[in-house]
C-alpha cells in the first residue's frame, strides 16, 4: 500500500462484488473490502494490521497461509476452492468459494505482498478469465497509484474512452482515441513522450515519464505518468496507464529551488563581504588592498576580470593599481594611459558618482559612442572576449578616490541583490584605499627619516672590528636605532635603544633622543652624566608614556678599557673564545624618563672578545617571553663555531638567522657587534671583576637585574 494512493482501493474495489483483499510480507491484512467481510460476518475494521488467524476460521487461516507462503516465498500466484465456514455467533453460512492468491509488486520491482479475489462457487472457464481480467487490473491499479486511468492496445493506441482525461483536455472520444491522446501534449515534450512511448512497447519495460498536458482552458499542467504492460499466455495484451497531477508540487519545488538559491547566493554574498572585512583588516597596503576585493568581488559574481583605478594627484588621470584586470585591448584596457575623457565604465562611476551597468555590448556602445566628448579614435568597435561590464565609484566623504570595475565573458543584467552587494563591495574598498594611502605615505615618511639617522657606514676604528644591522618589520616602521661615533678624546662612543611604538611618531622620537645624545656626550661622555641629561630631555620635551630604553658605552679602542651604563635595555651578550657565554650582570636602570640615579660600571673587552648589543625584537615575540629568549640567545651563543667569534658579520648573521627561526618577527631588530682581534698575550690576566670569559664589568654589590643563567 505504501506506493500507490490510500484512496485507490476504496475508490476503484469497495463496490467489487467478489470479496477482495491485500496483504503485507508478515501475511496481516492491509486492506479488505465489504464483500470479503460479509463472507466471515465482519466488519471491515476487523481485519485492520490482522494476522488470518484472528478474523478467520483455523481451517480457513491454514489454508490462506499455505497460499501466501507460496505466493510471497515461491513468487507463484496460488489458486484454492473450498467450503468456508462462519464464524463467531454471524449469520453467514458455509459455503464453496473459489480463493485466487497473487503478489503485488512495487515500482522496483520488489515483491510487497499479496493481494487476493474470492468468488463465489467453483471456478469454471468463464469465470477463470473473468477473475484473469479482474486480477491484472487491479495489480495494474495498485502499481500506478492512478488519479486518471487509461487502457492502451499492445502497439500502443488508446482502446477505451477516459472520461478523466477528456474532462481535462477538453478533447472529444474521437480524439482521444487511438494516437490522439498525444495532440494534448506540450509541443516541447510531445516528441520526447512519443519516443519513450514507442521504445517501451518495444521492450515491455514499464513507462514512467512526466510531461506537459494541455488543459480544457488552453494552460499547461504538470503530470506523473506511469503504465504497465498486461500479459497474458506470455503475450502483452494491452496496457493500463494513470496519471497523477503534480502541477501543485512542481510549482512548489520549483519556488522552493529559487529561494533556496536566493537564500544561498545571500548568505554567500554576506560571507564575502565577511571575509572581505576579516582580510582588509590585514591589508596595509594599497596593492594588497586591491588584491583582496578583486578576488572576493570577481569570484562571488562570477567576473571575469576584476581591476581597480585610483585618481592621481591633478584629479584627472588614473593610475590602475593592477593592469592585470583589464582586457588586453579597448580603450581603457592595459597599457592604456587613462584619463577622466577615456570612454570606460570607471570614468563614466567617477564623473557620476554611480554605479555603470552595461548588460551587453550594444548597450556599450550605445552609451558611449553617442558621447560628444569621445574622440573618433576612441569608440568602442571591438570589445574583446568582454561582454558585459560594471563600474562603481570609490568614494571617501563623498569625495572620489577612483573606480571598482568588473567585467563578464557573456552578456549579463546584474541582479538587484548582486547590484546592493558590490557597492557594498565598493565602500569597503574605499575605506581601505584611503586608509592605506595614508598608511603608505607616513610609513615612506618613517622609513626616510629612520634611514637618514642610522649611520650610513660605521666608522673605521684601529683596533676594534664593528658591523651592524638594523632589521625592521615587514610592514612597520619603529624607534631602533644604533650609533657609533668619536669621542674629541679618541675614544668612541657605542650606542643601541629602542623607542617604542611604531610609524612616523617613534622615528621622529628616535630622532630626538639620537641626537640628543650626540650633544651630550659632547659635553660629557661619561654614561652616568649622558642618560642623567636624557632624563631631563625626557621630563621637558617627552610624553609621559613614551618608553625608550638605551645602552651607552665609552671605550678606549686601544685598551678595550671604558665604561657603560645602561637605562631599562636588555643586557649586552658577553664571548671569548673557549667561554661561556655571558650577559652582562651590571644592573639595568629604568627607562629614559623614567626618575632614579643613573649609575655606569668598568667595562673591559679583552684581545679577542666581542660584545653583542641588540634590541628586544632579537630575543621577545608573542610566542617567546623576554626570559626565555635570554637563555636561548646564550645557548645559541655557546653553540657558535669558533671561528665566527673574529668575524662579527658572520656571528652577526648567525645570530639573527637561529633567534628568528621559527618565529613571526612582529618588532624592529636591531644589532651592534664589536670585536677586539686577538693578539698575542702581552701579560697577566686582568684586574679584579675578570668574568670567566675574560671580559671586564663591574656593577658594584648590587642585584643584577638581568639574571646570569
Known sequence: MGEFESWLPDAVLRDAPAGMAFFDAELRFVWVNPALARMYDRQVSDFSKQPVGAVWPAVDAARAEAALHQVLDQGSPATDTFETGAVGTGTALPSQRTFHWFGVTGTDGTLRGAGLIVIAGAAGPATEEALRRSEERYRALVQGGAQIVWVASPDGEMLEDSAEWRWITGQT????????????????????????????????????????????????????????????????????????????????????????????????????????????????????????????????????????????????????????????????????????????????????????????????????????????????????????????????????????????GKPRTILEEERVFLEALAGQCALAVERATMYEKEHTAAVTLQRSLLPGELPSVPGLALDARYLPRSTDVGGDWYDVFRLP????????GDVMGKGLLAAAGMGRVRNALRALALTDPRPAAVLAGLDRLFTATELEEQVTTVTYLVIDPETGEGQAGNAGHPPTLLLSPGAIPVLDSAEAGTPLGWASPRRQHAFRLPPGSTAVFYSDGLVENRLRGLDAGLDELVRIAAEAPQDLLEAPGRLLQYLLDNMLAGYEQDDDVTMLVMHVPAVPPAGGPGSAGTGSNGAVFGGGPAQPRWAQR
Not at 678624546?489 to 643601541?496: E, K, Q
Open 489 to 496: 678624546d679618541r675614544r668612541l662612543a657605542v650606542t643601541v
Open 173 to 408: 472520444v474521437e480524439e482521444f482515441l487511438s494516437n490522439g491522446w498525444l495532440d494534448s501534449i506540450h509541443p516541447e515534450d510531445r516528441e520526447r513522450v512519443e519516443r519513450d512511448w514507442r521504445e517501451c512497447l518495444r521492450t515491455g519495460r514499464i513507462f514512467d515519464d512526466r510531461f506537459r498536458m494541455r488543459a480544457r482552458g488552453g494552460s499547461y499542467r504538470h503530470y506523473d505518468v506511469r503504465a504497465v504492460p498486461i500479459e497474458r499466455d506470455g503475450k502483452i495484451a494491452e496496457w493500463v496507464g494513470a496519471c497523477t497531477d503534480v502541477t501543485s508540487q512542481r510549482e512548489a519545488e520549483e519556488m522552493r529551488g529559487r529561494l533556496t538559491d536566493q537564500l544561498s547566493a545571500a548568505a554567500l554574498r554576506t560571507a564575502r563581504l565577511q571575509q572581505a572585512t576579516a582580510m582588509l583588516a590585514e591589508a596595509l597596503e594599497v596593492e594588497q588592498v586591491v588584491e583582496v576585493i578583486t578576488e572576493v568581488g570577481r569570484t562571488a559574481i562570477g567576473a571575469l576580470r576584476s581591476a581597480v583605478a585610483l585618481l592621481e594627484e591633478d584629479k584627472l588621470r588614473l593610475r590602475v593599481v593592477n593592469p592585470s584586470g583589464l582586457a588586453p585591448a579597448g580603450p581603457d584596457g592595459a597599457g592604456v594611459r587613462l584619463t577622466l575623457d577615456t570612454p570606460s565604465v570607471m570614468t563614466r562611476a567617477i564623473a557620476t558618482r554611480r554605479p555603470v551597468l552595461i548588460a551587453d555590448p550594444e548597450e556599450l556602445r550605445a552609451q558611449f559612442d553617442s558621447d560628444p566628448g569621445a574622440a573618433d579614435g576612441e569608440r568602442l568597435t571591438d570589445t574583446g572576449d568582454e561582454a558585459a561590464w560594471v563600474g562603481l565609484p570609490l568614494l571617501a566623504a563623498g569625495m572620489p578616490l577612483g573606480a571598482l570595475r568588473f567585467s563578464f
